[in-house]
């Protein structure tokens, strides 16, 4: 059964600074990793899509990685500012037939002090 | 372009009580899936269909029906609400008509829901 972890739960930075989260995953078949971002008492937003082919996408400030042999995804956040708070999370897609099953890990709080 | 629409934001039901989450999407995908989301537990999928008149169970489907007559929308339905149903529950959809089953799945903005 596949299962998803994230560390850490919680994360706090000052303004400006480079981080990293990380995702990990038990079962390396899997269709693609995805992150998103999900606001206090709102919904999910996608902010990166990695195909299992591919071992990184890139938008703005925000670079994610894939590495199945490992099991392991990042989400780099560079010169990170107050507006990035909020948790994140990563999802894998997984195998079962024709369809795109979301087994979600349970996300990372983060806080961007300014 | 509105997305994924889920209503309403918010519902209070009694034990017993039933009641219908609706969720449309004006994509034109056709992966949908009902997720919830409870402290502690991440999301959890309860059941997605993969196109109009086609549905199966996720992870923690019991208590809860669905179907899909068409693309566009994909109710879920709590016959007998029972307080272990209190939660948040999201909507998403996926893979547009033939595209790429692998693509990128957009969520609503999720339907608060608490059973007392």
């Known amino acids: 059964k596949q299962e998803v972890t994230q560390i850490p739960a919680a994360l706090s930075v000052p303004e400006g600074e480079n981080l990293v989260l990380n995702c990990s995953f038990t079962d390396s078949a899997i269709y693609n990793l995805q992150w998103f971002r999900q606001d206090p008492g709102k919904g999910l937003t996608s902010l990166l899509l990695i195909q299992s082919s591919q071992r990184e996408q890139t938008s703005g400030r925000l670079n994610a990685s894939l590495d199945k042999s490992s099991g392991r995804s990042t989400l780099y956040i560079a010169a990170s500012q107050p507006g990035d708070s909020a948790t994140y999370l990563c999802a894998a897609s997984i195998y079962g037939g024709a369809t795109n099953k979301l087994i979600f890990g349970t996300g990372t709080l983060l806080a961007v002090q300014p | ?116």
């Open chain 2, 1 to 116: 372009n509105a997305g994924v629409t889920q209503t309403p934001k918010f519902q209070v039901l009694k034990t017993g009580q039933s009641m219908t989450l609706q969720c449309a999407q004006d994509m034109n995908h056709e992966y949908m899936s009902w997720y919830r989301q409870d402290p502690g537990m991440g999301l959890r999928l309860i059941h997605y269909s993969v196109g109009a008149g086609i549905t199966d169970q996720g992870e923690v489907p019991n208590g809860y029906n669905v179907s899909r007559s068409t693309t566009e929308d994909f109710p879920l339905r709590l016959l007998s609400a029972a307080p272990s149903q209190t939660s948040v529950y999201f909507c998403a959809s996926s893979k547009p008509t033939g595209g790429a089953a692998n693509t990128e799945a957009f969520f609503g903005q999720g339907t608060r829901l608490t059973v007392v």
